[in-house]
Every structure is written in C-alpha cells, then in structure tokens.
C-alpha cells in the first residue's frame, strides 16, 4: 500500500489519471460541517503535503473540497462548545493554533510543488485564507469567498492577513476584513481573487485538468525554482534575488530538461521532460 492509500481523516487523496498521473488531488472531506477544519484535517493535510513535495513523481497538487463547499473555515460548534482547536482558556489557544492549524500555512509556504485551489464552493474565513495560501486559483459561479472573522468578532488565526493583501492588495483586503462581506463568482475574478474562471460550473473540473495539463506541459525543476524565486521576491531585496536567480539558473541550465526543450524547439515537438 503506498502513503496515498492510507486512511487521511477528514482527506480524500487521488492521483490524476493518464497524462495527468504527476498530479495529486487532495479533496477536504468533513461533509457535517461543510468542510471546516479539525484537528484531524490539519494533521492530514499538513502530512500529505509535506510528503507529496518530497515525491519526485508529483508536479502539480490540487486542492479543494468533497461536496458543494470549500471550505466553511473553523467549526461553529466546535466555538460554542469550546472543543478541538477551541477548547482551553487563552494561553492553550494561542498554542492550539501555533501547533495546530498555523502549521498549515508554514508547510504552504515552504512548498516547492505548485499547489492549485479549485474552490468548487464557498471558501469562507478560514477557508478563504486557505485558498490564498495557494499558488493559483480557479472557480466558478458558486465559488463564494468571505473573510468573515469580524461577524464573529474574532480575528484571522490562521495566516489570513498575511497572505490575502498579496492576492488582492492592501486597501481590499482590508475591505474584505472590515465588512466580513461575500464576494461570488465574477466578481471574486474581476478582484483577483479566483485566476480563471470558468462560466459553466459543471466543466469546472474538466477545467482545472486542463490547467494541470498546461503546468504538467513546461519544465518541473524550473517550475519548482521559479516559484521559490517569486516567494523570495515578495520578502527579500533586489540583491539577495539576483544572487539566488543566478544560482537558479546555473543549475537549471544544466539539467536534462532545459537541453531536451531545446531539441523540442528545434525539432517543433513538445518537450518530453522528466523532471531531471
């Protein structure tokens, strides 16, 4: 039995099938509570992906929800009842979240494998936030994105401020903060919210394989190394990405890939490459 047959609680996990068996879909699946976190599936989900971008043989993983939701973000009843992540008084929170659910975005932020969100769904609070975390994303008229902390009158735990001002940019990102209001479909995209959007909502899935496909199509060592490059660019100065942009490209030069593009450019082919 390989890792990806395991029981993940609260995950669904399946390779992509033909041309697209170097991708991995991981579906959220906690169907009671319209996908919202446990503490089940933030050990499930920060296990898979720590060990999917340590797999040579995925390139691409894929991110969304089993059913008619995203993600619906943290557990009402789990608040009201103070139980799982919410159990414990201030201090035994605060490390709940350290240890808990804020492992997510620190194992997104070390990713080396591009990672997609297909929000099939409403993402809302937390949920919205775990679909920024991604590198790209890709809805339709029912994806529905809320940062709605602030109707709780709670702040975002999770990461959210961090990465939603880089999706959006800073004056949005507050709106979105300060009115907890819903945002649906086109408008999600005109807002930069969702990167492609797909009209009819029943081809979203036939979509977002062609968006698999299209990544799957260019070099998986530059892929790999140009997002790494971008997430350093946000953060560092213009000195320290020239140095590493420098190191990039010494190695990637060299790789088998690059010298089979080359002949596939010459030889008006598609590239075959293999990740070497």
């Known amino acids: 039995m390989s890792f990806y047959d395991q029981n993940f609680p609260h995950l669904k996990i399946r390779k992509g099938e033909s041309n697209l068996d170097s991708s991995l ?5 906690n169907p009671q509570t319209r996908n919202a976190y446990s503490n089940e599936m933030v050990k499930s989900l920060v296990d898979v992906l720590r060990y999917s971008d ?7 993983i894929v991110l969304y ?3 008619t939701s995203f993600s619906s973000g943290g557990d ?7 139980e799982g992540m919410f159990k414990g008084e201030p201090n035994e929170l605060r490390l709940n979240y350290v240890h808990g659910i804020q492992t997510i975005p620190k194992t997104i932020e070390e990713l080396h494998t591009p990672l997609i969100a297909m929000v099939n769904g409403p993402a809302i609070g937390a949920g919205c936030d775990l679909a920024t975390m991604c590198d790209l994303r890709i809805g339709s008229e029912k994806s529905k994105f809320g940062v709605t902390f602030s109707k709780l009158s709670l702040v975002p735990g999770d990461g959210g401020v961090f990465f ?15 009115t907890g209001d819903l945002y649906q479909g086109k408008t999600a995209y005109e807002m930069g919210l969702l990167n492609y959007f797909v009209e009819n909502s029943d081809n979203l ?14 070099g998986p060592v530059a892929l790999s ?9 946000l953060k560092g100065d213009l000195s320290s990405c020239l140095d590493l942009m420098a190191a990039y490209q010494g190695i990637s ?4 890939d690059h010298f089979e593009a080359l002949k596939a450019f010459k030889e008006k082919r598609p590239a075959n490459f293999i990740g070497e």
């Open 164 to 178: 939603l001002s880089r999706v959006v940019g800073y004056s949005k990102a507050m709106e979105m903060f300060l």
């Open 76 to 82: 009402i009843k789990a608040m009201e009842m103070k």
């Open 54 to 60: 340590h797999d040579s043989k995925i390139k691409v």
């Open 25 to 29: 879909w991981i579906g959220l699946d």
């Open 65 to 67: 929800g089993e059913g």
């Open 253 to 256: 030069q060299r790789t088998q």
């Open 205 to 218: 899935i036939e979509e977002t394989e062609s968006l698999v496909s299209k990544i799957l199509s260019n």
């Open 225 to 233: 190394m140009t997002k790494r490059a971008l997430k350093h660019g």
